[in-house]
């Protein structure tokens, strides 16, 4: 977990109106990211963050978001999309950040996600589904893939990025898409 760290993943990135306003947002969002914040996190879930995730907290160290991202088949919530609530802060102040009492350990040794990855952000459904990157391909120094995670359909994995870049640039206002319907 000792390499040097690349940049560079959002040079083109607006985030103009990327965060949510209001006082429910701020569950999400760390002060100011430090070396020993990223350390802490690698540490408690034995895998390295990627480069992009670290450095998008960076610039902002999470926060709460009204956007959704496609999805390649349906879930067991819409047919679509799914809906992103919030991005998970490097740290553990913050009650939905990745140490907080509400964030990824928690979904984790509560809920029971699965310990092939770490959760980086939530939906509206609280804590049927989680967001999560992807370690099995990769291991846990690798590049990992970001995935939906559905607690409600036997922790079933769908893939929405490569890397958790893409999947920052693959956000969309969730008014891009029809109003939530039921699966089934």
Same mark, same amino acid.
């Given at each position: 977990m000792h390499r040097e760290r690349t940049t560079g993943h959002f040079d083109e990135?607006?985030? @103009?109106?990327?965060?949510?306003? @209001?006082?429910?947002?701020?569950? %999400?969002? *760390?002060? *100011?990211?430090? $070396?020993?914040?990223?350390?802490?996190? *690698?540490?408690?879930?034995?895998?390295r963050l990627p480069d992009s995730y670290v450095e998008f907290s960076s610039f902002n160290n999470g926060g709460g978001l009204a956007r959704a991202h496609p999805v390649p088949q349906p879930t067991s919530w819409v047919k679509d999309h799914v809906a992103i609530w919030g991005i998970f802060g490097i740290g553990r102040t913050a009650s939905r950040s990745l140490l907080g009492p509400q964030g990824a350990r928690f979904m984790r040794d509560v809920w029971g996600y699965p310990e092939w990855g770490i959760g980086v952000g939530d939906t509206p459904t609280g804590t049927r589904e989680l967001i999560m990157l992807? %370690?099995? /391909?990769?291991?846990?120094?690798?590049?990992?893939?970001?995935?939906?995670?559905?607690? @409600?359909? @036997? %922790?079933? $994995?769908?893939?929405?990025?490569?890397?958790?870049?893409?999947?920052?640039?693959?956000?969309?206002?969730? /008014?891009?898409?029809?109003?939530?319907?039921l699966v089934g």
């Open positions: 990135f607006d985030a @103009g109106d990327f965060w949510a306003r @209001g006082e429910w947002a701020q569950a %999400y969002f *760390e002060p *100011e990211l430090s $070396a020993m914040q990223i350390v802490a996190a *690698e540490c408690v879930f034995g895998k992807d %370690y099995r /391909e990769c291991g846990p120094e690798g590049e990992p893939s970001v995935v939906h995670v559905d607690r @409600g359909a @036997g %922790y079933a $994995a769908v893939v929405l990025a490569p890397d958790f870049a893409s999947f920052i640039r693959g956000l969309v206002p969730v /008014e891009e898409f029809d109003k939530p319907r």
